[in-house]
């Protein structure tokens, strides 16, 4: 008798999981400073959490400070930031958390606004289900 791993079974059992598509961007709803957004774009691969300097003004959020760092952009091109706004208010559902974002001059995008990255995700303690989005 021949013994089989439980991969090899699973193949001969036709019992793999389906394969799936890209189930595309995971954005969540959120509010800052009074404004809704329906969808912030929520990037694992971030490593910062982004807002457009134009969405800046028109939240008055504050004073902003120098961050002394530059963006490497993924074209490889660099930018350096207006600054960083520490310790935002981001309301998701009932929950409220401190986000410190880095301002940046460049061009809205209205469909999604906001990059929450890593920090966010980190302080939110978040777990992502990728299969449900």
């Known amino acids: 008798m021949v013994k089989l791993t439980e991969k090899c079974s699973a193949i001969l059992q036709n019992k793999l999981p ?3 598509g890209d189930p595309r961007s995971f954005t969540i709803l959120c509010t ?3 404004a809704h957004f329906e969808k912030a774009l929520c990037d694992s691969g971030a490593s910062i959490n982004l807002m457009p300097f134009s969405i800046f ?4 959020l504050g004073e902003m400070k120098d961050t002394g760092v530059s963006l490497q952009l993924a074209d490889q091109s660099t930018k350096r930031p207006k600054g960083i706004i520490e310790n935002i208010l981001v309301r998701v559902d009932k929950f409220v958390f401190p ?4 301002v940046l001059e460049m061009e809205e995008n209205t469909e999604v606004p906001l990059i929450l990255g890593r920090p966010f995700l ?4 978040a777990v992502i289900d990728i299969h449900q989005g």
Do not use: H, M, S, Y
């Open 57 to 60: 003004k028109k939240l008055e």
């Open 32 to 34: 800052v400073g009074g």
């Open 18 to 20: 389906q394969k799936l």
């Open 99 to 102: 986000v410190d974002f880095i």
């Open 122 to 125: 980190a302080t939110r303690r």
